[in-house]
């Protein structure tokens, strides 16, 4: 994963290369890290440049430069602590004074180990649960969330239902927006291309059975 998907530079790919499944775990690192922090004790845990050890974001999320490469860069936080105190270079002291990070104020756990902490629990602790809640929680609950995740919807509809209420159906038109070259045909009534307006709303068949249904109701 780390060879195909993150870049001489350090950051995630955005292309997701022909996966299905990376643009959700792209996604979700990204929340693990914005959800977690670091308790600084030795420091040899703790990478100085990709790590958010000194604020929400790390070092390099706050440069922000993809010109430098970062890749290179493995320098631990242990590297400027000596005796359980701060001993920073001076041109890294000027950068981190340009960055607003007061140094000094970031406490040091002397003779511990670095923990990593789960900043939504209050004792600091990941649960896979809790991460879950926390991606879950992150955006405004859409109007049909509740409809598909009724107990009366097999997990396998409700997952198709959520797909098309994304607009991830894979219908020959978001096919072709991959760089496939296609002939599209409607598989129902065989005479329009195959678009998701044109299958759920507009092909002649699914009018019939939308009818069939008002019927039935």
Request: proline content about 2%; hydrophobic content about 40%.
């Amino acid at each position: 994963m780390r060879a195909k998907f993150i870049s001489k530079s350090g950051n995630f790919s955005r292309i997701t290369k022909g996966s299905s499944i990376w643009a959700g775990v792209r996604g979700a690192i990204e929340d693990v890290r914005a959800h977690s922090s670091w308790v600084i004790g030795d420091g040899a845990s703790i990478d100085l440049w990709q790590d958010n050890w000194c604020s929400s974001l790390s070092l390099k999320d706050r440069i922000n430069d993809d010109h430098i490469p970062w890749n290179d860069l493995h320098a631990k936080l242990s590297s400027i602590i000596v005796e359980g105190r701060w001993a920073i270079p001076r041109n890294l002291q000027l950068m981190l004074q340009i960055l607003g990070v007061d140094i000094h104020s970031i406490k040091i756990n002397k003779n511990n180990a670095d923990r990593r902490v789960w900043k939504p629990d209050l004792m600091g602790k990941f649960s896979v649960k809790g991460a879950f809640e926390a991606i879950c929680n992150k955006d405004r609950t859409v109007w049909w969330a509740s409809f598909l995740s009724n107990k009366a919807i097999h997990p396998r509809i409700a997952m198709w239902g959520w797909r098309l209420c994304h607009g991830k159906i894979p219908t020959d038109d978001k096919v072709q927006t991959k760089g496939v070259a296609l002939a599209s045909r409607c598989c129902l009534c065989k005479t329009n291309s195959e678009i998701i307006q044109h299958l759920i709303w507009d092909c002649s068949i699914s009018i019939q059975l939308w009818n069939w249904m008002e019927d039935m109701f």
